[in-house]
């Protein structure tokens, strides 16, 4: 089984900046992509950013030019740096990662979530 643990959200004031960081730890045999999702009350659950495994990024237009994705392939590890945080930005965001297990299974693994918050 694999596991995915987030840490890094919080509350911050507006125009702030948060890192999130979600690191995977288990019976890893490969991870594949990997990326974070958000939902906010009352709406459906929106990928925010992506990451292969070879490093290339895609993101929701609504946070292009503010935020960051990366990972580090060593560490099992994948961060989201948010600048530029606005009120709308503020969801629980949730690490998600696709990968095979040491048996060889392809699965699609998430993370508990971790609450983030703008406001002033």
């Known amino acids: 089984q694999v596991q995915l643990m987030e840490s890094g959200g919080g509350l911050v004031q507006p125009g702030g900046s948060l890192r999130l960081s979600c690191t995977a730890s288990g019976s890893i045999f490969r991870l594949d992509a990997m990326g974070w999702y958000r939902q906010a009350p009352g709406k459906q659950r929106e990928l925010v950013a992506g990451i292969t495994s070879g490093g290339s990024a895609n993101y929701a237009d609504s946070v292009k030019g503010r935020f960051t994705i990366s990972r580090d392939n060593a560490k099992n590890t994948v961060y989201l740096q948010m600048n530029s945080l606005k009120p709308e930005d503020t969801a629980v965001y949730s690490c998600?990662?696709?990968?095979?297990?040491?048996?060889?299974?392809?699965?699609?693994?998430w993370g508990q979530g971790t609450q983030v918050t703008v406001s002033s």
């Open positions: 998600n990662a696709r990968a095979w297990d040491n048996r060889l299974r392809f699965g699609d693994y």
